[in-house]
């Protein structure tokens, strides 16, 4: 990288740079990345398929399909805004629920799952029209998960029953199947020291989010 450097070229292509390091140097070494450029103004274009590592050093992020340019922006906009299926599953985890559009005006879109027994509320518009198929792009960790059954006529809200739950110290996962089938993953911060989770296998729960939760997309 020094040697790279001597020369104070215009552009810096790194090919995967980091991908023989362990965890904890890739880690530092990304932030060291981060100084060197913001210090040398020098542009870096970097290759990756680690996702966490181009979120975490990239200014903006272009998302590749099978050679064709899908999404260029920021990793926050990539990330919660992303302008595809493709794009949505391919960066980070995403709960992608296929929908039907049963309401739409300028204050928001109403939504009725396919294959699970509840209905969305989402405050984004859609150029769909009233019975298209859509699909509703929700991360994990914007879902609340709490122990309990569902009330009739609640929007944004799904009775589950827990299946599977990956503990990953500094977060949990929780899978929960809802209707037929259907798995819907919910991140929760584990911010006590409890050893004993109030929520565990085959319990049946409730998942929640808030209407700006998630993104309707169309294709």
Do not use: C
Request: without cysteine; negative net charge; charged residues 25%.
């Amino acid at each position: 990288l020094a040697r790279s450097l001597a020369k104070k070229p215009k552009v810096l292509l790194l090919d995967e740079p980091l991908g023989a390091l362990d965890r904890k140097l890739r880690e530092e070494t990304q932030f060291e990345l981060m100084n060197i450029q913001e210090e040398l103004k020098t542009t870096f274009l970097i290759v990756t398929h680690d996702q966490e590592e181009a979120m975490t050093v990239a200014d903006r992020i272009a998302v590749m399909d099978h050679g064709q340019l899908v999404q260029v922006a920021t990793p926050a906009e990539i990330y919660e805004t992303p302008n595809s299926k493709f794009v949505a599953d391919f960066i980070g985890d995403v709960n992608l629920i296929e929908a039907k559009v049963v309401e739409t005006d300028e204050n928001g879109t109403r939504l009725q799952a396919v294959a699970q027994d509840f209905q969305i509320d989402s405050a984004q518009t859609t150029d769909a029209n009233v019975g298209d198929t859509v699909w509703y792009a929700m991360r994990p960790e914007k879902i609340r998960i709490q122990p309990g059954e569902i009330k009739d006529g609640q929007v944004n809200t799904a009775g589950a029953m827990v299946w599977d739950i990956a503990y990953l110290g500094d977060v949990s996962i929780f899978h929960s199947r809802v209707g037929r089938a259907e798995t819907i993953r919910a991140t929760v911060a584990n911010i006590t020291r409890l050893v004993e989770r109030p929520i565990t296998w085959d319990d049946k729960v409730v998942l929640s989010w808030e209407r700006d939760a998630g993104v309707i997309l169309t294709s």
